[in-house]
Every structure is written in C-alpha cells, then in structure tokens.
DNA sequence: ATGAGATTTCAGAAAAATCTGAAAATAGAA
DNA sequence: TTCTATTTTCAGATTTTTCTGAAATCTCAT
C-alpha cells in the first residue's frame, strides 16, 4: 500500500521511472498532434493513464510545465471524450483525475470521437450535395450521373465504417476487442482484380475543358 | 463519348454540377485538415476523384485557386499515398493526374498511411521506453510493475491494430471491405463488468507525491 | 451569508502549420 | 546538344492553432 515511497524504490530507479513515464508522455503528446488533439491534451492522458495517480490541476501543471488554463481546458476534453473522470478526495476541496485504465475503453474513445469529428460531417455534407446536385433524369448527361455514382459510392463506404464504429465502440463494453480479435482469425479476402479508371475509360479529355 | 461537352448540359446544369464539386471539395478538404494532412492536398484529391478526369497541375491551380509551389508538393504526397497516379497523354509534355476510382482503395490507403505515421512511431517509441525503464526483478518497487504492466497493455492494443491494418489494408486487395461485411454481421461483444480504477484500489494518493 | 480556495474564461502572445512565388533544377523535343 | 516548357524547391509571408496569465466566476466549509 506504498506510504512515503514504493518499497525498494532507490533514488535511482526513481529517477528511471520518471524518465520513462516522460517519454511516454512526450511520445502520447506528439501522437496526439497527429490525431487533431492538442498536444497537452494528450499529454495529460498520457500522464495520468501512465502514473494511473489521480492529480489534480496544480500536479499537471508543474509535472506537464503548462499553464493552468490549458490544463483546465484539456481536462474538460478529456472528460467529455471520457477517458478520465473526476474524483474527489473527501476533505480536500480540489478536484483530483485519474484516466480510464483499460486500454480497449481508451481505443474506443479515439474511434468514437474520431468519427463524431471526422465522418459524420462528412456524411451530412454529402447528403446535402446529393440534393442540390442536377437530379437524375431520364437522360442525364453522364457526368451528372457519375457524380451521384461517386457520392453514393463514398456515402456507402463511410456510412457502413460509422455503423461499425457504434456497433464496436461504444462507450462500454468489450466491443472492439472482440472485433480485433475476430478480424485477427479472418482470412483476408482475394485481391480484386485491377480496375483501374473505373469510370474515365480511354482518356476523357479534350473538349468539356472550361 | 463526350465531345464539346456532354449531351443534354444546359449551362444552368453545369452550373448545379460544377456547384456540388466545389461543396464536395469543400467538404473533403476541411477533413483533411482532420485527418492530419494539408487541407490542400484533401482538396486536390477530392478534385481529381470526383470529377474523375486526369487533370494538370495548372488544371488544378485554376480550379482551386492555390499556388503552383502548392500542387507540386500535394500531388508528391499523393503519389506516396498512392491514391492517384501519373498520366502522360502522347503529344503532351505535362503531366497529368487522375485519382484512384475505387473507394475502397481510397480508405485502405487512408489506414494504411494513418497507421504508419501515427502508431508505427508510438510502437517503436514504447519499445526504447521499455528498456529504458527500470528492470523487473524479484521485488521491484510496484510502481515500477505497474509502469510495465501499462506500456505492455498499450504496445498490446496498438500492435494488434497495427497487424490489423497490415492484415486488411494493403494496397490491393478487397481485405477492408471484407472486414466491414465481417463485422457488420457479426454478434457485439456483451458488455463487460465495469471495472473503474482496476489499478488504483481505494486512493493511492498520499505520499509517493514528492 | 462570507470569503478563501479552486476553477473557468478569454484576449492577446507565441508557436506551428501552411502557402506563395520566384529562382533553380529537370526533362522532352528537335 | 540546345532550347524551352514543366516541375521542384524553399525562404519568407500568411494563416491557423495552441498556450498563457490574470480577471471573473464559482463553490464549499464555516
């Protein structure tokens, strides 16, 4: 139940876990830039899933060198992605955060919001060209006709991943896991045989330039 | 085949058409920005799949109104995500650029190119962090496990995504799609047992705070 | 209610990413 | 090879994102 340290904990390989636990936080950040979060967002889920200490704002803000609004917007974040929670301590008027330990839990998160921020736009935007697009009639000129094949196309394709993504990653459940694991056993399906320019045949240029 | 223009285009058509390109773009575009990439290199590649014709770069600058400097380095990156390719026509010293027509095709390269730049690092990151961090022994402090313990769960995660993503999303083949139909019939896993704070049993604050 | 401690907000500062434009390099035709 | 259309490169400009810090707001024990 460690008191004032962990048993055997040297000064020394204190000094090695930290360095560690950085890393990870700097390689969780970088990654997290990447996933469109802010850097100090992921670090500081970085931090508190790697420590799995609950802290409150003061600690990640000397642990993390960062200023106490940004901490207290990238907990917000954090919180509605919910991939950590508040917690309090009870005689202490702070409020303490400590990260979802599951790693899987942690994974759907990524996928859920990723969606919510990436494909549902997508989709919504697409319904509403669909619309306002040149309707297709009887005998609609084809580059009419291949764009709604094109729409409907990417529609079909990022609508069926979104259905996956809410049957797989819910908030709760062992989803994406077992659908990992699925995949893992699957064998892969035979390549397609190449089509490439599927539509232009030959090369359609020349004429419809301007 | 299309000559001056298309059959039955009135302008007012083309108009409506030309329209829900640019909203299409549009759309593609601020994803891209999303997804980590330029939100020019997004637009120049929902150009050139959307209206499905090879294109030039002064094509391409024209129709987005970007920089020449610009399109050379979109399109460089598209040729190394593989998701368009080189067209020469004979009797023309430009070349020209046309997207891969197979949705699929697209989103496997999306993944794949996802995966490499954003989890291969991370795996290779956790993996110095590894052995960097204090050695297990008989009775290491058990901050020191924990560490351990945490980075093998994500290198875990991570790396079964990242065979995953190997597995299905190759630059040829129907794997994603057959993933998609796999899952998308496939029973969900039952919920497991909530289990908060699997690590931290009461609340491990107090000392251990430096 | 009061007030000390804690949190949130947000305008402006700082940093990062993206884009431009023109000079340098390249590559095809003759 | 030479000439020229085309492409690439990259320093600096612009735009976007992120961060800071302090004032405003909130909250809870008394």
Not at 45 to 50: G, Q
Request: glycine share 8%; with cysteine; charged share 30%.
């Amino acid at each position: 139940m460690a008191r004032e340290s962990t048993p055997n904990s040297t000064p020394q390989i204190k000094a090695q876990l930290i360095e560690a636990q950085d890393r990870f936080i700097a390689s969780w950040g970088r990654m997290g830039s990447v996933w469109g979060i802010s850097r100090t967002m992921a670090e500081v889920h970085a931090l508190l899933y790697i420590t799995g200490v609950p802290m409150c704002t003061d600690e990640i803000m000397d642990r993390l060198r960062v200023s106490r609004g940004n901490v207290s917007m990238s907990v917000r974040s954090l919180l509605e992605w919910a991939v950590i929670e508040k917690v309090r301590l009870p005689g202490d008027r702070k409020e303490y955060f400590q990260a979802e330990q599951d790693v899987w839990s942690m994974l759907r998160a990524i996928a859920r919001e990723r969606i919510k921020r990436e494909v549902d736009p997508l989709l919504g935007a697409l319904d509403e060209i669909g619309e306002l697009s040149p309707q297709i009639g009887s005998n609609s000129p084809e580059d009419v006709i291949a764009l709604h094949h094109r729409l409907d196309e990417v529609r079909e394709g990022f609508g069926l991943i979104t259905t996956l993504t809410h049957k797989f990653a819910g908030p709760r459940g062992a989803g994406l896991q077992t659908a990992a694991k699925l995949l893992a056993k699957a064998p892969v399906g035979r390549p397609t045989k190449r089509h490439k320019a599927t539509e232009s045949k030959r090369n359609p240029r020349r004429g419809s330039r301007s």
